[in-house]
C-alpha cells in the first residue's frame, strides 16, 4: 500500500509552532510503511543448494542469513528465527542505523543448534530499536541437514557426502547406475565418476550387468580392457577364454585372429585351441593344407597329416588320393607292386591292382598257367634256398599284426621294420604305434615328455596325440598335465606327487 500524506490540522500546527518557539524538535513516528525487507538471502558453506525458494543448509557448517531492506532513517534491530509448527529456534538480532536507501543486514549462523534440523521456515523481522511490533517480515522455507542424517536414503550419511563430493539431495550423484553409499561402501569405486577405471563401461553396467570389477580395466587379465570385450568383440569381460576352447581371448584376437566367442572358428571340426597347440593347423582355414580335405577329416578319417598336401610323398595329394585315385594317401605304393601311385598313375597303370598281375616274368608265349606254376617253383627253390643258408628272414605273416580300416580297406597298423642302425636299435619285429610308445618309455625310465615322443617317433603332433589319447583310454599309459605340456609315464612309473589319494585304495 503505498504511503498517505499526514493530515495536519490547525489544533497540531498550534502545537509545532509552540515547541519550535520551545526550542524542542518533534521525534518522527515509524511505522509499518516506512519500512521494506526487499530480500532475504542465504549463504556460506553451510549452503549446500537452494531451488524453488527452498534453502538447504547443513547443521555443521557456517552460515550467513542477509536481510536485504529500505528504511527511513532511523535506528532499527532485526532479528532472524526458524519456526516450525511445534517450537521457535532464534538464532540473533542485530541493531543498525536506517540510512533511507537499500542496505544490507547480516547475521552469521556457525552451527545450527541440534533442535533446529530438518524442514522449517527462516523468518526475518524489523523493529523500531524502541521494541514494538514488527515493521516488516520475511520468510521463506529452509531445511536443515544434521551431520549424521542421509537426506537421500543412499546408504552414505550426509557429512560423508560433503567428504567425497556427492550431493546430499541426489542418491546417484554420477547417474552410473549405483547408489553412492555402494559406490563408496562396498565396490570402492568413484561416486562422482562414472566410469572409474576407464575401460568404457560405466560402473552400474560393470557391477550389474556383466560382473565385472569396475576398479579394473581387464577384470579376468586376459590382455583385453572390459570395454573392447563387450562393445567389439562380444566376449566374457570375466572370463579369459569366453569360448573355452584352449587360446585366451586376445590370443584369439591379436595373435591367430580367431572368434574368441565361437571355439570352432573356421567350423572344420576341430577347436581352435588344439588346431594351434596340438595339430598345428590354421584355425580359420578349414583345409589349412589345400590338398581338398578339411582339417578334421584328415586327422579323424583318413589319419593323414592336415599341414601335408601329400602325407605319404608319393607325388598325389591327399584329396585326390581319396576322392579319385582310391589310393592310400599314407601308402606311397598302395598295392605293393614296387611302383609308387603317382608313378602308376603318370605311366597309366593301376595302382590298386595286384603286383605283377598283368606283367609275364618269363616273357611274351608262355601261357598264364604254366608261368604261375614257374614262378611259383622258382619262388620256392630259391626260397629255400635262402632259408637253409640262413640269408633272409621270413617276414611276419600279415594277419598276426594289428589291423586298422583305411579308405575302405585293411592295413596293418605297424611301423616299417626297425634294422640295425635304425633310430631305436635293431629290431627282428615291425613295431606298432603302441610298441614304438612302449620302446620310447623303457629307454626313458618309464616317464618323458610328450614333446619327446614327437621327436623319438618323427610323428606329427596330432598323431602323437592321438596314439597316446588311444593308450591312456586302455590304461596302458597316464598323461600327467604340467601347464601346456603333458608328461607321459608308464601305469607304474607315475609320480608320487602325481598320485591320487585313492590309488594305493
Same mark, same amino acid.
Request: aromatic fraction near 4%; glycine fraction near 10%.
Given at each position: 500500500?503505498?504511503?498517505?500524506?499526514?493530515?495536519?490540522?490547525?489544533?497540531?500546527?498550534?502545537?509545532?509552532?509552540?515547541?519550535?518557539?520551545?526550542?524542542?524538535?518533534?521525534?518522527?513516528?515509524?511505522?509499518?510503511?516506512?519500512?521494506?525487507?526487499?530480500?532475504?538471502?542465504?549463504?556460506?558453506?553451510?549452503? $549446500?543448494?537452494?531451488?524453488?525458494?527452498?534453502?538447504?543448509?547443513?547443521? *555443521?557448517?557456517?552460515?550467513?542469513?542477509?536481510?536485504?531492506?529500505?528504511?527511513?532513517?532511523?535506528?532499527?534491530? $532485526?532479528?532472524?528465527?526458524?519456526?516450525?509448527?511445534?517450537?521457535?529456534?532464534?538464532?540473533?538480532?542485530?541493531?543498525?542505523?536506517?540510512?533511507?536507501?537499500?542496505?544490507?543486514?547480516? $547475521?552469521?549462523?556457525?552451527? *545450527?543448534?541440534? +533442535?533446529?534440523?530438518?524442514?522449517?521456515?527462516?523468518?526475518?523481522?524489523?523493529?523500531?530499536?524502541?521494541?514494538?511490533?514488527?515493521?516488516?517480515?520475511?520468510?521463506?522455507?529452509?531445511?536443515?541437514?544434521?551431520?549424521?542424517?542421509?537426506?537421500?536414503?543412499?546408504?552414505?550419511?550426509?557429512?560423508?557426502?560433503?567428504?567425497?563430493?556427492?550431493?546430499?539431495?541426489?542418491?546417484?550423484?554420477?547417474?552410473?547406475?549405483?547408489?553412492?553409499?555402494?559406490?563408496?561402501?562396498?565396490?570402492?569405486?568413484?561416486?562422482?565418476?562414472?566410469?572409474?577405471?576407464?575401460?568404457?563401461?560405466? /560402473?552400474?553396467?560393470?557391477?550389474?550387468?556383466?560382473?565385472?570389477?569396475?576398479?579394473?580395466?581387464?577384470?579376468?587379465?586376459?590382455?583385453?580392457?572390459? !570395454?573392447?570385450?563387450?562393445?567389439?568383440?562380444?566376449?566374457?569381460?570375466?572370463?579369459?577364454?569366453?569360448? !573355452?576352447?584352449?587360446?585366451? /581371448?586376445?590370443?584369439?584376437?591379436?595373435?591367430?585372429?580367431?572368434?574368441?566367442? +565361437?571355439?570352432?572358428?573356421?567350423?572344420?571340426?576341430?577347436?581352435?585351441?588344439?588346431?594351434?597347440?596340438?595339430?598345428?593347423?590354421?584355425?580359420?582355414?578349414?583345409?589349412? /593344407?589345400?590338398?581338398?580335405?578339411?582339417?578334421?577329416?584328415?586327422?579323424?578319417?583318413?589319419?593323414?597329416?592336415?599341414?601335408?598336401?601329400?602325407?605319404?610323398?608319393?607325388?598325389?595329394?591327399?584329396?585326390?588320393?581319396?576322392?579319385?585315385?582310391?589310393?592310400?594317401?599314407?601308402?606311397?605304393?598302395?598295392? !605293393?607292386? !614296387?611302383?609308387?601311385?603317382?608313378?602308376?598313375?603318370?605311366?597309366?597303370?593301376?595302382?590298386?591292382?595286384?603286383?605283377?598281375?598283368?606283367?609275364?616274368?618269363?616273357?611274351?608265349?608262355?601261357?598264364?598257367?604254366?608261368?604261375?606254376?614257374?614262378?611259383?617253383?622258382?619262388?620256392?627253390?630259391?626260397?629255400?634256398?635262402?632259408?637253409?643258408?640262413?640269408? $633272409?628272414?621270413?617276414? +611276419?605273416?600279415?594277419?598276426?599284426?594289428?589291423?586298422?580300416?583305411?579308405?575302405?580297406?585293411?592295413?596293418?597298423?605297424?611301423?616299417?621294420?626297425?634294422?640295425?642302425?635304425?633310430?631305436?636299435?635293431?629290431?627282428?619285429?615291425?613295431?606298432?604305434?603302441?610298441?614304438?610308445?612302449?620302446?620310447?618309455?623303457?629307454?626313458?625310465?618309464?616317464?618323458?615328455?610328450?614333446?619327446?615322443?614327437?621327436?623319438?617317433?618323427? *610323428?606329427?603332433?596330432?598323431?602323437?596325440?592321438?596314439?597316446?589319447?588311444?593308450?591312456?583310454?586302455?590304461?596302458?599309459?597316464?598323461?600327467?598335465?604340467?601347464?601346456?605340456? +603333458?608328461?607321459?609315464?608308464?601305469?607304474?612309473?607315475?609320480?608320487?606327487?602325481?598320485?591320487?589319494?585313492?590309488?594305493?585304495?
Amino acid at each position: 500500500m503505498p504511503p498517505q500524506r499526514a493530515s495536519w490540522s490547525g489544533y497540531t500546527l498550534v502545537v509545532v509552532l509552540i515547541l519550535l518557539l520551545a526550542g524542542v524538535a518533534p521525534v518522527a513516528s515509524q511505522t509499518a510503511d516506512s519500512v521494506e525487507i526487499r530480500a532475504l538471502e542465504h549463504s556460506g558453506q553451510g549452503v $549446500v543448494a537452494s531451488e524453488e525458494g527452498r534453502t538447504y543448509v547443513t547443521a *555443521w557448517q557456517p552460515s550467513s542469513i542477509s536481510v536485504v531492506m529500505v528504511a527511513t532513517e532511523g535506528s532499527y534491530e $532485526v532479528c532472524v528465527y526458524t519456526q516450525r509448527a511445534d517450537a521457535t529456534t532464534a538464532l540473533d538480532c542485530r541493531q543498525f542505523q536506517a540510512t533511507g536507501s537499500e542496505q544490507r543486514v547480516t $547475521v552469521d549462523v556457525e552451527e *545450527w543448534p541440534m +533442535n533446529a534440523t530438518g524442514e522449517q521456515t527462516l523468518v526475518a523481522e524489523v523493529r523500531d530499536s524502541a521494541g514494538g511490533d514488527p515493521l516488516a517480515t520475511a520468510s521463506h522455507p529452509l531445511v536443515v541437514f544434521p551431520a549424521e542424517g542421509d537426506a537421500d536414503g543412499d546408504s552414505l550419511g550426509n557429512q560423508r557426502e560433503l567428504e567425497h563430493g556427492t550431493s546430499i539431495l541426489v542418491a546417484d550423484t554420477d547417474t552410473d547406475g549405483l547408489d553412492d553409499g555402494a559406490e563408496v561402501n562396498r565396490f570402492e569405486t568413484d561416486p562422482t565418476n562414472t566410469d572409474t577405471d576407464g575401460d568404457e563401461l560405466s /560402473d552400474g553396467v560393470e557391477v550389474n550387468e556383466h560382473g565385472s570389477n569396475p576398479t579394473e580395466i581387464d577384470t579376468d587379465g586376459d590382455g583385453l580392457e572390459d !570395454g573392447v570385450e563387450v562393445t567389439t568383440y562380444g566376449s566374457d569381460p570375466t572370463t579369459g577364454d569366453t569360448d !573355452g576352447d584352449g587360446l585366451i /581371448d586376445s590370443e584369439e584376437v591379436q595373435v591367430y585372429q580367431t572368434n574368441p566367442t +565361437n571355439p570352432d572358428t573356421d567350423e572344420d571340426g576341430l577347436e581352435d585351441g588344439p588346431e594351434v597347440n596340438i595339430h598345428e593347423t590354421s584355425p580359420t582355414a578349414t583345409d589349412t /593344407d589345400g590338398d581338398g580335405l578339411t582339417d578334421s577329416e584328415e586327422l579323424n578319417r583318413f589319419e593323414t597329416n592336415p599341414t601335408e598336401v601329400d602325407t605319404d610323398g608319393d607325388g598325389l595329394e591327399d584329396g585326390r588320393e581319396v576322392s579319385v585315385t582310391n589310393t592310400d594317401p599314407n601308402q606311397g605304393d598302395t598295392d !605293393g607292386d !614296387g611302383v609308387g601311385d603317382g608313378t602308376e598313375i603318370e605311366e597309366g597303370t593301376d595302382p590298386n591292382s595286384a603286383p605283377g598281375s598283368n606283367i609275364s616274368p618269363l616273357g611274351v608265349g608262355i601261357q598264364p598257367t604254366v608261368a604261375i606254376l614257374v614262378i611259383g617253383l622258382v619262388a620256392l627253390i630259391g626260397g629255400g634256398l635262402a632259408i637253409a643258408t640262413g640269408k $633272409v628272414r621270413l617276414p +611276419n605273416s600279415v594277419s598276426n599284426q594289428p589291423q586298422r580300416r583305411e579308405n575302405g580297406r585293411t592295413q596293418p597298423d605297424v611301423q616299417p621294420t626297425q634294422t640295425e642302425g635304425g633310430p631305436h636299435g635293431p629290431s627282428e619285429q615291425p613295431l606298432s604305434d603302441e610298441a614304438l610308445v612302449f620302446q620310447l618309455l623303457d629307454e626313458n625310465d618309464g616317464q618323458l615328455r610328450q614333446s619327446a615322443v614327437v621327436e623319438g617317433t618323427g *610323428w606329427s603332433k596330432s598323431k602323437v596325440s592321438r596314439v597316446l589319447s588311444r593308450m591312456a583310454d586302455d590304461d596302458e599309459i597316464q598323461k600327467i598335465n604340467i601347464g601346456r605340456e +603333458n608328461i607321459v609315464t608308464r601305469p607304474d612309473s607315475v609320480p608320487d606327487h602325481a598320485k591320487s589319494p585313492f590309488d594305493d585304495q
